[in-house]
């Protein structure tokens, strides 16, 4: 029914850091998928139309750098794939966690540990700063790379 959600007690500054958190996951997310698609042309195609989870985005990004001309860039890139799948598995703890309440009697989500607003920030964070990086690539060598110099698996 209308306004259900407010019966769940969850305090506006734990909502918008776990928000501000999948946000940041997301955008990190895209331009994973968008280096894949210059690496290989029709990537994002593929990644959209067998609607991959985050670890499949993952896998098929480790992938694709693994396969590329060897370079300085191919190595930073094989890093940030490593890197961004390890963010998938802090992403799922986050998406996947489970409600509960914390000692302090506030709710929250766990999964390992209890997530506190301090936990997302950081993961916000790391998403971030991953993003960030696959950006500059993106926008910067991948801008300019040639996909025939791929092999063939997507």
Known sequence: MKD????????????????VATYCFAVCEWNVVWCCERIK???LQKIVGK???????????????????KSAE????????SRFADLVEVRNGIA????????????RLSGRAILEIA????????????????????HGFLSTFSPAETKGRP
């Open 4 to 19: 259900d959600r407010k019966r769940v007690p969850l305090a506006s500054e734990y909502a918008f850091a776990l928000g």
């Open 41 to 43: 042309p029709g990537a």
């Open 51 to 69: 609607e991959l989870t985050a670890g499949g985005i993952a896998t098929c990004f480790t992938n694709l750098t693994k396969d590329m001309p």
């Open 74 to 81: 191919r190595e930073e890139l094989k890093i940030l794939a």
């Open 96 to 107: 996947h966690g489970k409600p509960c309440t914390a000692p302090s009697g506030e709710q």
């Open 119 to 138: 936990d997302l920030e950081r993961a916000a964070d790391e998403f971030t700063e991953c993003g960030i990086s696959l950006n500059a690539f993106l």
